[in-house]
């Protein structure tokens, strides 16, 4: 074991750090990229469908590197040291297009860059959330630490989400990445320097690629939890960039909505956060975490039939608390699946785990990009200076319809997954 325990702030703090360039990064890529600089949306969905296979490939090879890694520090943190400030600088690459970049290559480049970021968030999320199990052992460690990173990282996204179309009105693009990726750097750097992992065991066997993955890939509670938190990630992923789609086209409102909009469903999020971990210690983890995602699911409803700031305030309200509860469960039913796999197997591979996790997470890009096609073709939405003869229902469609059916996926697989006695877990209610 470690001489030094790693307290919950300091590790939670980090959520901040890694939630404030990828946040976005993914929210307004779509913004920056079409409704600017002329990327059409068959385009981005070409990006979105390309980096998701690539994401497949680097996850699970980052977590192989991660867990066979041995150094003094641990396994985790050298890869953070090393990855985030390759990240900061791949991040403000994106949204700074150097000046030699013709209009005909700015898809290439949209493509490179957005591929390069986001393979070195997964490098950076691989670490961070394997170290989650690995430092904090037991249910209410673990809630209690998550409410904290959760916290966190709705304070990143109200700043990186909500206060970005301001921030950018007075910065531009360019000069917002710069900021946040110095700012996102420094926390994690903070964070990962400040985290004792235990002393890796020499003598313990390491984990085997193609061995992990077969036992991953039979591991029925990881396909249930990836796919339930897939469905879920391309609701909430696809919401957060339709917000400029929507507040344009659909409320007919300017960039001030979008910051009102999205700060509403961040800032309800940051309160709700405290309750839902209640509600898990008085009701359950399982119970709770299905209560949730049926609320996300039907909070988009009143977004629908919006046709003003008023309306749509309220079903941001309705969003905030159900996403609240999402994210307050979603990793506390993560780990448990990694503590089964370590019961079953006794290998210590969370590296592995966690990366694969990320990557089902991230597979909502085939949804995502899945989205944005068939705004293209169904409503001859192609970009912002081409939006169509229905732009208000194209956006309506990105912003509650495409999100309605992923939660309703998301519901559905949930139910399928459960723990019992013999897994450690506490009988489910």
Same mark, same amino acid.
């Given at each position: 074991m470690s001489e030094k325990k790693t307290g919950a702030l300091r590790y939670a703090v980090g959520m901040f750090g890694t939630s404030i360039p990828i946040n976005m990064f993914k929210t307004y890529a779509a913004a920056f990229y079409v409704m600017q600089k002329g990327v059409t949306t068959a385009q981005l969905s070409l990006v979105l469908l390309i980096y998701t296979f690539v994401d497949a490939i680097d996850n699970p090879v980052y977590g192989f590197l991660s867990d066979r890694t041995r150094t003094r520090w641990g396994r985790r943190r050298l890869w953070l040291v090393i990855g985030t400030p390759l990240l900061v600088l791949a991040f403000i690459g994106f949204y700074n297009i150097p000046g030699f970049i013709g209009q005909d290559s700015i898809f290439g480049y949209m493509l490179l860059m957005y591929i390069l970021t986001g393979t070195l968030d997964s490098l950076i999320?691989?670490?961070?959330?394997?170290?989650?199990?690995?430092?904090?052992?037991?249910?209410?460690?673990?809630?209690?630490?998550? &409410?904290?990173?959760?916290?966190?990282?709705?304070?990143?996204? /109200?700043?990186?989400? =909500? @206060?970005?179309?301001?921030?950018?009105?007075?910065?531009?693009?360019?000069?917002?990445?710069?900021?946040?990726?110095?700012?996102?750097?420094?926390?994690?750097?903070?964070?990962?320097?400040?985290?004792h992992e235990e002393k890796a065991d020499e003598t313990a066997q390491k984990p085997q690629l193609f061995s992990t993955l077969k036992d991953m890939l039979t591991n029925s509670k990881f396909w249930m939890f990836g796919l339930t938190n897939a469905f879920y990630s391309a609701a909430m992923s696809l919401v957060m960039s339709a917000v400029p789609f929507y507040v344009t086209y659909t409320l007919g409102l300017g960039g001030m909505a979008n910051t009102i909009l999205l700060a509403?469903?961040?800032?309800?999020?940051?309160?709700?956060?405290?309750?839902? &971990?209640?509600?898990?210690?008085?009701?359950?983890?399982?119970? /709770?975490?299905?209560? =949730? @995602?049926?609320w996300l699911g039907l909070s988009f409803v009143p977004l629908y039939f919006a046709n003003g700031l008023a309306a749509a305030l309220i079903g941001c309200v309705a969003v905030g608390i159900g996403y609240a509860g999402t994210i307050t469960t979603m990793d506390l039913i993560g780990a448990r699946v990694m503590d089964d796999d370590f019961r079953r197997h006794g290998i210590k591979r969370e590296g592995i785990f966690s990366s694969a996790m990320g990557f089902m997470n991230r597979l909502n890009g085939l949804f995502t990009s899945l989205a944005f096609l068939l705004v293209s073709?169904?409503?001859?939405?192609?970009?912002?200076?081409?939006?169509?003869n229905r732009p208000d229902q194209a956006a309506r469609f990105l912003m509650v319809l495409f999100p309605i059916c992923m939660m309703f996926l998301s519901v559905v697989v949930s139910r399928f997954l459960h723990f019992s006695e013999k897994d450690g877990a506490a009988p489910e209610k």
């Open positions: 999320n691989a670490n961070y959330g394997a170290l989650f199990p690995e430092l904090f052992k037991n249910d209410e460690e673990r809630a209690k630490t998550n &409410a904290l990173r959760q916290a966190f990282q709705l304070v990143a996204m /109200v700043i990186s989400i =909500a @206060l970005t179309p301001i921030v950018t009105q007075k910065l531009g693009y360019g000069m917002t990445a710069v900021v946040y990726g110095i700012l996102a750097g420094v926390v994690i750097l903070y964070m990962a320097l400040g985290c509403v469903v961040l800032l309800l999020a940051v309160g709700c956060v405290a309750i839902w &971990a209640r509600l898990v210690k008085r009701f359950g983890l399982m119970k /709770v975490w299905r209560a =949730a @995602l049926i073709v169904v409503y001859g939405f192609e970009s912002g200076d081409v939006p169509g």
